[in-house]
Each structure stands twice: as C-alpha cells, then as structure tokens.
C-alpha cells in the first residue's frame, strides 16, 4: 500500500479535498474509487488509469460517462504520493495553466518539507 497525502496550502486550504466537494456524487464516488486504485498500486498503475505530464508531474485519469477530470500528484519520498488539485476536462490537452499550477505546488510542497 502508499500513501496518500493531500497538499495543504500555506493558509491551510486543501486543494483537491475543495475539488472533490465540487464534484456530483456520482463523480466524486468514481474519484474516490481512482485514488483508492492509486493508493493500492501505486507506481505500478499505468494507462488509462495515469499519465505522465512532466518529468515527476503525473496525473490521476477519472472518467465517469462523458465527464472526465483530472487529479495532479507526484511520488515524494518512500511510498508517498502527494495529490496537488484538480479539475474539469474540458480540451484534449491539459491546460497550461494546470500544469503550472501543480509544478508550482510542487515546489512550495518540497521547500516545506525541508524547513
């Protein structure tokens, strides 16, 4: 089993906990499911379950019927993986500003760890 943490912001804002509330119970329900899978399998999940974005940037693939949303996370040290946010799947390709985001969340998470 890994572990899963959830990022929490300098002023205590969890954002994937706050992208899970926002999503229909059915589609919350599918995106537990997938972070439990995650959970269970760890690096070892692949395609179509996850992608690979950048380099340690990888993301969480959840389909429920049409709707289709993403999860941000990375593997830290040991058996760690650390969900960054999500959101709605609107385009082929992942938003830049997504992406962006989640690197940056990256960073503030591991400069963190290190204080």
């Known amino acids: 089993m890994w572990n899963i943490?959830?990022?929490?912001?300098?002023?205590?804002?969890i954002p994937v906990k706050d992208f899970l509330?926002?999503?229909s119970r059915s589609?919350?329900?599918?995106?537990?499911r997938d972070i439990e899978l995650l959970e269970?399998?760890?690096?070892?999940?692949?395609?179509?379950h996850v992608k690979n974005?950048?380099?340690k940037l990888w993301e969480l693939r959840i389909k429920l019927g049409s709707d289709i949303?993403?999860?941000?996370?990375?593997v830290h040290t040991g058996k760690n993986i650390v969900l960054l946010h999500g959101?709605?799947?609107?385009?082929?390709?992942?938003?830049?500003?997504?992406?962006?985001?989640?690197?940056?969340?990256?960073?503030?998470?591991?400069?963190?760890e290190k204080l």
């Not at 269970?40 to 179509?48: E, I, K, R």
């Open 87 to 112: 959101y709605v799947k609107k385009s082929n390709r992942a938003p830049k500003n997504q992406i962006e985001k989640a690197k940056k969340y990256i960073i503030d998470y591991e400069g963190r």
């Open 69 to 74: 949303s993403r999860i941000f996370y990375f």
């Open 5 to 13: 943490v959830f990022y929490e912001k300098s002023n205590g804002r």
């Open 21 to 23: 509330a926002s999503l």
């Open 53 to 55: 974005i950048d380099g």
């Open 40 to 48: 269970q399998f760890g690096t070892d999940l692949q395609m179509p």
């Open 27 to 32: 589609q919350h329900a599918k995106a537990i």
